[in-house]
């Protein structure tokens, strides 16, 4: 629930991504590929993935019609790529005939550590970033025309891990803040929760992601019914086997509104961790939620049952998820505030006990429904904010685990119906959704240095 008092701390921070929050003068309207009728316009740019041999670009198709309103309109989708340091022309490496009005171009086979000029186009017209800050502030892959693929950090792939969050099983409005404002968006058929969730588990499985285990941050459900539990367990249960291949931790919404836990019996009870080994890799997750309120914290049990799992193998290379995010400047940063994230007393004692196991590398948390690398309070640990699964930008970030290091990369779910989904919900919160939403480049791509060579790959 937002905090009308912050409502203009909002505006300031979803304009300003991750850089420090100060407003800047509104953004001209960007050249448009065509504004009158009948012609095609191509916008909403996106450079959404890079890794050190992948690019994944989106962009949206529309047309006018007679009263003016842009409308989803089909075409084909086309990316040419150069050399950034060349003086070729760019060349088609991605082409798909199929006509669509949301286009999803993932071209493989780049050359690890080289810069790329690169044109996007549907029927022959350059696709343009939309109205937004994140996307055409200076230096964005989508303002220069350039992208950069970096090299992986040395030595083989590890483990390959989903790191997801916000699916709001049951949910049947999307965009709402308090009592049906903003009016909030609805599915053609009511289910978009599970459209979503379907296209995630089923994006994750193709052999080009190669997941080994999906990490699911809280925010399951809408609001923790029976029925709502049931169904994502079953459906996560078809996907794998609890424990193994998924790991789930309890968000805000997960809390029933009733004395009955339905969360608690089909996962775990209330304010207690969860700690889960793979080949010397440790999966730690907290549950931070409160019994009332979207703020969190974590119980004194919670921590000193922490304190001790740390304290017996300091050095273990330790990934740790929980709904809430943490750090000072997530709480400061966040629309709805320090009350909306983990409390202070909990944030500083998780981030102390931290700071005394060299081993703890990752948190992971939800909750913002943003792509946030947030700013640690003191330490070397990376506090990592994913955005939400049911809506814009809809996808989950991938976590690969290199013998001496890591990388993060948030990828959209590629399906046709989950790619419409994320375009129509883009315009939530009267259209400042993306830059509160998708984060910077370097948000949502990353990589960093660590020792994991006492991990072992999967079989």
Sequence with gaps: MLDPRLHTAWLVNAASGAAAATVRAPMARPRSSASARGQLVVTDLEVVTV???????????RRRDRSGTLRPAAADTEVRLALADGQAAPVTRFYDPRRTAHHYAEIRGLEPGRSYRFTACSEGVRAVAGRTWVTRRPGAPE???????????????????????DLHWGEDRSGLIVAGLPPGLRHDDGHYPQVMTDALLHDIRRPERAVDHLVVAGDLTDSGTADQVAGIRARLDDWGTRGRDYLACRGNHDVARGREDHWGWAFHARQRLTCHEFGGLRLIGLDTTRHRGAGGTISAAQLAHLRELLAAAPDQPTLIFGHHPVTRYAALSNPGGPGFVLDRASAHALQASYRTSPGVFLHHSGHTHRNRMSRPDSG??????VAAVKEYP????????????????????????????????????????PDHAFGTFVDRNHQVSHDFSGVTARR
């Design 394 to 433: 809809g996808g989950y970030a991938l976590l690969r685990i290199y013998e001496r290091g890591y990388t993060v990369h948030f990828h959209r779910i590629a399906a046709a119906a989950a790619l419409a989904w994320t375009d129509r919900t883009r315009g939530q919160y009267f259209g400042l959704h």
């Design 51 to 61: 890794t050190h041999d992948t690019a994944i670009l989106t962009w949206a198709t």
């Design 380 to 385: 070397r640990v990376e506090f990592l904010e």
């Design 143 to 165: 303002a220069t025309g350039v992208l950069r693929t970096a090299p992986p950090p040395p030595g083989r792939l590890l483990r390959t891990i989903a790191l997801t969050n």
